[in-house]
Each structure stands twice: as C-alpha cells, then as structure tokens.
C-alpha cells in the first residue's frame, strides 16, 4: 500500500497528466486537490487525446475511483462538460465523487478576473481568466457557494440573492459592466445542481476509509511549485497551493498517511503567462523546443515560453515538497541538439548565487551560471529500458539527478502511456534511501 502525491516540480505544464495516468494503473483512487479549470492534463491512449480540466486522470481506468477535493474549485458548466464527453467516448464516470465543500466558480468571478486582469495594464498577471482567482478570494472572504450549497435549492436562491447583488455592484461601479440577472444565473445553476448532485459526497471521510483499508491512493495536482501561492513566483502565481503539503489541506487528510512525493519535471523548462524566466530562450532554440515539445497550453492555448533546465528552481522543488523520486518528461525534445545547456546557479548584481530568491525584483535580475552537456542526436522515442538510452542521454540525466539531490523513478519520451521508461513504481516499488553514500541517486545506479 501506498499514499503518492504527484506534484509539478516547476511552472506547470510538467506532463503531471501522463505521469498520473501511468500511476493510476496501480491506484485505488485518484484524487485531485486543488486548482480549478485553469489547469489542464492531456493523456494520450492508443492514439486517442483525451484533454481534462477537473476530472483526475485516473478516470480512464474503469474500476479506479476518482475524487474532486476539497481544495479545488469547480465550474459546473465545465465539469458537466467534461461529463459529456466523456459519455460520448464511452468512459464511465460512475466512480466520479466530488467534495461536498469545493467551492465553486460562478459567472460574476469570470467577469472579475477578466476586468481585473484588463486593469492591470503593464502589470498583468496573464491569469487564464476563468475566475479561479476571484473564487479562491470568495472562499478566504466567507462569501463562496459551495458544493453543498450548490445541490440546496433554498439555500442557494438565499445566498445568491444577497450575493450577485453585491458582486453587481462591483462590476457596474469598479469596472463599468452590465449586471447578471439574479434570477437567470439561479435557474441555470440549479440545472447545474440536478446533474452534479448524484457525485456530490464527503470526501474527505471517503479518502480516508480508502487509507484504512490499505487501499492506494494517488494525490494530483494542477499547475506546479513554482506557481505556487505562499511558495511561488509571487505574484505572478496561481491562488492555491499545488506543492505537496497543499494535498493534505485539500483533502481534509493528516500528512502522516502520506508515503511518497514525486516530483514531475521537462528535461528543459517551460512557463506560461507573466514573470521572470532566467533560462528562458528567445531565439531558434526555443523555437525548436516549443515546436518539437508542442508547447501551447491545453487550457489557453497559449504559447509557452521554453528555456533550458533549471536545477536552482528544481532543487528549490525538491526541498519545499520533500521530493524522494523525480520524473522527467519529453526527453525526446532535446533529440536533436548538438550540446545542451543546464542551469546550475544564478548570478545576481554580480554574485553566484544557488538558491531560489524569493523577491521577484531580485529573481527577475537572476543571469543562469550554465553547464554545457553534449547531446546525443539520435531518436529516443523508441526507448523503453535504461540500456536502449544514448550514453549522452544517460549521463545528461545521471547530472540532473545528481544537482537535485532526487533520484529518477520515470522517464517520458513521448505522449503515449508505452513510451516510458519506469526505473522504479512510485507505489508499488521499495522507498529506498534517496542517495548512495558517495551521494549518487540510488535508482539511477542501480538501474
């Protein structure tokens, strides 16, 4: 038996959505515990894409059950969506349950963030606009609609009354818009209730039977640490706590059930939206690199901008989720480059610096100390053993092991479930020792 978080080790948009599906295979339940639908997770399965912003990953197995946690936000209209689609294609939903106190995202919180984000001007967030934000202010503000209220038809007509009143204000006072009509947006979301409210449980008692009876359970985040709300690139951040220690406040479980972390990073590094990126390319090189590793959002659409491995922000990863296995992702991307850089420190106003600044005026000054790594120039799409990588494949992880301090459980070299190399199961393999004596990554050597 074992309780895996996975979380992402770097701005998001790791390929935490490939590195579930795989896990989920030997999981009980899959739940997700924070977020909204401004994340996405694209799984690939015998050549049929399947692209999800609420429902975990682990739905694609029949007798996997899934949860939305506590800390999550929903927006019904997308979540029945998602419901659909899936319906469409054949994939039962019946194992789906939603946490009773999720709060969820109404009409009014999309209209704020996207005004909001407007207003801005120069000092944009470059949030995805799908009110995440607001509803996450609702919730620290004790005026959200949860879950629970959302399936309680007086109760929701009671507090919507006062509600959209309040949120008409702000829309037509502070950002000149038109004001919802109280009476459309109930109706609507009381049709929203009636197809939701069969899922609609306590989660938290629920994930917690799952851990008495011994069962595995897999913890999955959106978006990734360093957009982080409390650990993050601040502001340019999300408004929830995807690094490990938020599974537990998301789920309403202690961290003493929780057995393993891993961590989910590119073998380069990627961000979407505003902020400082200092191993960000902007030439024919991260061209490359957002073309061959398709890098454009599966929420958005936007173009993500693509830089080298950063190892200061991954050995920050590691230290804020206690990370004890790591998986890297889209290897392949770097197929073609003759040499390959790594970011090993920063300079800042002229000293080396080795650790995460927490300032984003400092971290915007931050220049990447580099190491330079020959490339291997062959595929490695075909791979599926530690043998079949290039000595220079080997060596390039060996090194980004050795500067995180983590060692590798999975490599990806591609969208499909098949084009993985697992060194190690996060859940049913042995916790082993994260490091060797002489300081070596322990699956990494024994591999």
Request: glycine share 10%.
């Amino acid at each position: 038996m074992a309780n895996v978080i996975v979380i992402g080790a770097q701005w998001g948009d790791e390929g935490k959505g490939k590195i579930t599906d795989l896990l989920s295979r030997s999981a009980d339940v899959v739940v997700r515990y924070q977020g909204g639908v401004n994340a996405g997770h694209t799984i690939v399965v015998k050549g049929q894409t399947f692209k999800l912003h609420l429902i975990p990953s682990g739905i694609l197995y029949p007798d996997t059950e899934c949860i939305i946690g506590s800390g999550t936000v929903i927006d019904p209209q997308v979540l029945i969506t998602e419901l659909d689609q899936l319906d469409k294609l054949g994939i039962s939903t019946a194992n789906l349950f939603i946490a009773e106190n999720a709060h969820v995202t109404m009409p009014y919180h999309r209209m704020i963030d996207q005004a909001s984000e407007e207003h801005r001007g120069n000092y944009k967030i470059g949030t995805t606009g799908r009110g995440i934000g607001p509803t996450y202010a609702d919730k620290s503000e004790r005026t959200g609609i949860r879950m629970l209220d959302l399936i309680d038809p007086q109760g929701l007509r009671e507090q919507l009354n006062w509600t959209i009143n309040y949120k008409n204000a702000i829309l037509e006072k502070l950002y000149d818009l038109p004001p919802l009509n109280p009476d459309e947006v109930i109706e609507q979301y009381l049709g929203y209730a009636d197809r939701l409210r069969p899922y609609v449980v306590d989660a938290s008692l629920k994930i917690y039977d799952a851990v008495r009876l011994r069962r595995n359970v897999l913890f999955e985040g959106a978006q990734g640490t360093l957009l982080d709300l409390d650990h993050g690139t601040y502001p340019f951040v999300t408004s929830s706590n995807p690094v490990a220690g938020g599974a537990c406040v998301g789920t309403g479980l202690g961290p003493t059930i929780i057995d393993r972390v891993i961590g989910v990073s590119k073998a380069y590094t990627t961000r979407v939206g505003e902020g400082p990126f200092p191993t960000e390319l902007d030439g024919e090189i991260g061209e490359l690199l957002c073309s061959l590793g398709a890098e454009f959002g599966t929420t958005t659409g936007r173009k993500r901008r693509c830089g080298w491995f950063d190892a200061v922000i991954g050995r920050y990863a590691a230290r804020i989720n206690g990370l004890d296995c790591l998986a890297v992702t889209k290897l392949d991307v770097l197929d073609q480059l003759p040499e390959i850089k790594v970011c090993v420190a920063y300079e800042i106003d002229g000293e080396r610096c080795e650790h995460f600044p927490a300032s984003s005026r400092r971290f915007a000054r931050c220049r990447p100390i580099y190491k330079t790594l020959p490339g291997w120039q062959v595929s490695t799409e075909n791979c599926r053993t530690w043998e079949d990588l290039p000595r220079q494949a080997q060596d390039y992880l060996k090194y980004l092991a050795e500067l995180m301090e983590v060692p590798i459980a999975i490599v990806s070299l591609g969208a499909s479930r098949d084009q993985t190399i697992i060194l190690e199961d996060p859940i049913h393999g042995p916790k082993r020792a994260l490091l060797h004596a002489d300081g070596t990554p322990a699956s990494l050597l024994s591999a």
